[in-house]
């Protein structure tokens, strides 16, 4: 579920309000967006792999919120974590090459 949206790391380019596909962000004129649908959150993570400032952190706990505390270190380590973990974004290498689940596919038939 959608955690945070840091103010600090966000430049307010709205790209996660387009990615989310139920609608959970408000766009907020000059600012970050704001989470106002919490609750509509699917655990897709498309928001935070989309986000180019690595801004936000979706918990990978779907069914209530995971509370975190966003000036934690640990908690600051998390944001972009999945987007980081799949090598999007400058500087990083793509984990796609390590996927062998096309594999699982080769032997159901």
């Not at 974590?81 to 990083?92: D, L």
């Not at 796609?96 to 699982?104: F, K, R, T």
Request: hydrophobic share 40%; glycine share 6%.
């Amino acid at each position: 579920m959608i955690e945070i949206i840091s103010a600090e790391r966000c430049t307010g380019c709205n790209i996660c309000v387009h990615a989310c596909p139920t609608n959970v962000f408000e766009i907020v004129k000059g600012q970050a967006p704001r989470i106002a649908r919490q609750s509509d959150c699917q655990t897709c993570f498309m928001c935070e792999l989309y986000c180019p400032e690595d801004a936000l952190y979706v918990a990978p706990v779907a069914d209530a919120p995971a509370h975190v505390d966003e000036l934690a270190p640990a908690t600051q380590a998390l944001l972009g974590s999945y987007r980081a973990s799949i090598g999007w974004g400058k500087g990083r290498q793509s984990t796609a090459a390590l996927d062998a689940s096309y594999e699982l596919l080769a032997r159901a038939h």
